[in-house]
Structures are given as C-alpha cells and as structure tokens.
C-alpha cells in the first residue's frame, strides 16, 4: 500500500501560480511512477502530468504543457506540480496517483490521495 496526501490547493485569480505537495507513506516510493490527474465537476477525471521513478522523464497534457511542472524528491518522499499562468479552466479537484504499469494515463494508477481543490477566478 501506498498512502498519499496531497496540500497546496487553494483559490487563485487568472495568471496566477499555486504549489501543489504530495507525501507519500508506506511501500517504496522510489519504485513508482507518481502523477498528477483533476476532475472537474461533471466531467471525468483526466492525466495532467507524470514523472517516472527516476525523474528523469516527464509527461504532460497538452492543455498544461509550457504552464506546469512536475518534480519530485526521492528523499523526501514527495512530489510537486509547480502551477503557472492558471485559467479558470484549471479549476479542478486535483489528485496525486502513484502506479507502477505506466504514466500518461489515469487508468494506469494504483494509488490515489484525497485531492485538493484549485480554484482559479477570471
């Protein structure tokens, strides 16, 4: 099992940033893959952003490419979605996922947080 908490949320006008934290208790972290997915009301939850065990690679949608930023730190069992540019369109809950069969896809997610709530105003 892998235990995630997610913090960082909050509210947010247009053009502005937010720092999403996600902690991780419980199996290896390092052994898994870890990304970020949203769900916003009445629509299915989507990818935004993956980074596999290493770091070392990253994937995005492309309704975020060039806006956010996915890291993590091994040590500190943790993992960041850096939040630039935000639209009203990014409001979403959004959730922390850990898995270990893939990265772009939320089907390929084992373990969830709780989700933290983005809400960005025009």
């Known amino acids: 099992q892998v235990q995630l908490v997610e913090s960082g949320g909050g509210s947010v006008q247009a053009g502005g940033s937010l720092r999403l934290s996600c902690g991780a208790s419980?199996?290896?972290?390092?052994?898994?893959?870890m990304g970020w997915c949203r769900q916003a009301p009445g629509k299915e939850r989507e990818f935004v952003a993956g980074?596999?065990?290493?770091?070392?690679?990253?994937y995005y949608a492309d309704f975020v490419k060039g806006r956010f930023t996915i890291s993590r730190d091994n040590a500190k069992r943790t993992v960041y979605l850096q939040m630039n540019s935000l639209k009203p369109e990014d409001t979403a809950v959004y959730y922390c996922?850990?898995?270990?069969?893939?990265?772009?896809?939320?089907?390929?997610?084992?373990?969830w947080g709780q989700g933290t709530q983005v809400t960005v105003s025009s």
């Open positions: 996922a850990a898995g270990r069969d893939g990265i772009a896809e939320v089907t390929v997610y084992d373990y």
């Open positions: 419980g199996r290896t972290f390092r052994n898994y893959a």
């Open positions: 980074i596999s065990w290493s770091g070392g690679s990253t």
